[in-house]
């Protein structure tokens, strides 16, 4: 099949970008592999036509990029706006049950409530919580055995490191990824096509 038959089947703006780059690139074999007495009008009308279809499919590509962007900045903002609202609600809820449990626990300890406190359905027992350490000297004073160490990666200094020419292939693989970027062209790069 060649770039003239695929283009008359496709409609050049129902075309996705892969299917205008498929057809371009058929056509520019055509143009190395025509004979030199070959009018080329018609193969130059279509790449014309594709350069314009692919440059329409890019813009509204990066303008779907842009009203995504824009989407999920307001779905961010509304699930912070909805996260602060029930967290503030829970942390009122958690303060009224902490300030009950203090009342019911300062009338036990005034004795005036005994450990178990029955009443027709429910009773509230005041039991002894599950035991707690409480440091007398800073984490770095106890001995060996009772110290957590962890131990993380700096990535900055490996980085670094690689940039100033050390070989850290020993213990690290640097790798570089490739990202998509929507660009709005100013004027002056828009002539250099």
């Not at 813009?59 to 009203?67: G, H, L, R, S, T």
């Not at 009338?107 to 005994?114: A, D, Q, R, S, T």
């Not at 409480?134 to 490996?158: C, D, G, R, W, Y």
Request: hydrophobic share 40%.
């Amino acid at each position: 099949m060649n770039a003239t038959s695929s283009l008359s089947e496709t409609n050049i703006n129902r075309a996705t970008l892969a299917q205008l780059s498929i057809s371009a690139a058929e056509l520019w074999q055509q143009l190395e592999n025509c004979p030199e007495d070959t009018d080329l009008t018609e193969v130059y009308s279509q790449l014309l036509d594709i350069q314009n279809a692919s440059e329409a499919k890019i813009d509204a590509i990066a303008f779907v990029a842009d009203q995504l962007k824009l989407d999920l900045e307001i779905w961010e903002e509304k699930v912070k706006r909805i996260t602060q609202l029930y967290t503030n609600i829970i942390q009122r809820r958690r303060n009224q049950l902490n300030s009950l449990k203090s009342y019911l626990l300062g009338l036990y300890k005034l004795g005036l409530l005994p450990e178990q406190v029955v009443g027709t359905e429910r009773r509230i027992d005041f039991q002894n919580s599950p035991p707690s350490v409480v440091l007398t000297v800073a984490p770095e004073s106890l001995p060996p055995e009772f110290q957590a160490v962890k131990v993380s990666a700096k990535n900055s200094e490996i980085m670094a490191a690689h940039k100033a020419g050390e070989d850290v292939s020993k213990f690290a693989q640097i790798t570089t990824e490739k990202h998509v970027r929507f660009r709005h062209l100013t004027k002056s790069s828009r002539g250099k096509k």
